[in-house]
């Protein structure tokens, strides 16, 4: 019994000595070394006293929060609010490769809202680096379809012209397959970063399109209107002026050109070439021909405007009036000549010629004799004092068995020809 009461008494003491080194060790961890002062809430517990709650800390704000709480500030919340939800459904097209989907102008007209409303709108920076982000992703996409479809024109016309050489003249200068056009559109579209191999195909056939085409659609052009250049030269004032220019039009019975009509002939000739121009502008051959456009349009301008044409119009009708005359009759038989005087009725012929000393026989198909006629011409004055030749026949109808019935005059054509009244009887 003396032992184990020892031992428990041992026990005893070792437990108080361990407790009270623990107490120092705690002491010592929260002594303050700035200050060597114990802390108030280690005190506490050591002095078995107890503290009061410690305040809750405040939790650090979203950014999602602060951007709403931005928005919801700014005079322009609904502005932006409608533009990120646009570029949230941009980023979604960009994601599955969508840009054809992609509206630039919504974006930047969302976006120039935005800064109308609000100037000075915080996250500024962040909205339009996000709108620069979608430009850089889409630019070169959007360069390639803009000039892919651009010369995809280009090569239509050129195809659609090799099929039919005169349609050259129905297009516009602004067409893109016009010379000066289509190498600078080529020159563009080569500047990009990168080309597709579509639009460099259709590039290919416009240049083998300039490359064989072209030169024989110029050269066919030119002869064309080379051509009739030549046929107006004939009239030009060089020939004009000729001694014989007006004699040999009345010999021909042809009046003067004239010249208003000539005129509006050459500029849609010239316009017509212009068009051509537009495939080869600075050809030597082609600016020749339009200079002899212009060189013969003074011409006949001036052929007009001076009273030279006027005069020479009159002066070949002259000549060609005074060139008519009656054909001279071979048949001189008196009853001929009664019968045509009173079948004229209100006519009065101061000129009577039968051409036909007898009479030829008209048959029809089958070989049966119909009638027989002389051809008659006459002189006469008109209504306005112009005298004129005029033409017909004698006719007798066959009345079978070998004889005809009585002759008859038929004018056929009352003004055959003009004829000076003065050449009436020659």
Known sequence: MRTTSLLLACALCAFTSNAQLNMGKLKEKATDKASGKVSDKIEDKLDGKKSSPAEPAEKPKSQYAIDQENMKNSP???????YRSYVGITEDHLKFKQLMRVDSSALAYRLE?????DPNWVDMARDQAAFDSIMAICKPYWDEERYRDQILWASRAASSLTDNSGKYNRLQPREQVTKVKFERLKANYMSLPAQSDYSMSMLRDVDNFYATYVPKMIADVLKEKREKLALLEKHSKMMRTQPDYLTKMAANKNTPIEPESTVKHIAEMKEDLLKAELFAPGDTAVSG???????LTADFSEYKSSGDYARDVVTVDDLILGSVRCPKGVNTNANYIAIVKRDLKEIKATRISITDKDWFIK???????????????????????????????????????GKYLSPYFSLQEVIYEEISCKNAMK
Do not use: P, W
Not at 113 to 117: A, C, V
């Open 76 to 82: 322009a919340h609904a502005e932006i609010f409608e």
């Open 113 to 117: 809202q935005i800064k109308l409303k």
């Open 289 to 295: 021909v339009l200079q002899h456009m212009d060189r």
């Open 363 to 401: 048959k029809n198909e089958y070989g049966a004799i119909r009638y027989k006629y002389m051809q008659v011409y006459i002189v006469y004055t008109g209504t306005d004092g112009k005298c004129y030749i005029g033409a017909g026949y004698l006719y007798s109808d066959y009345a079978g068995g």
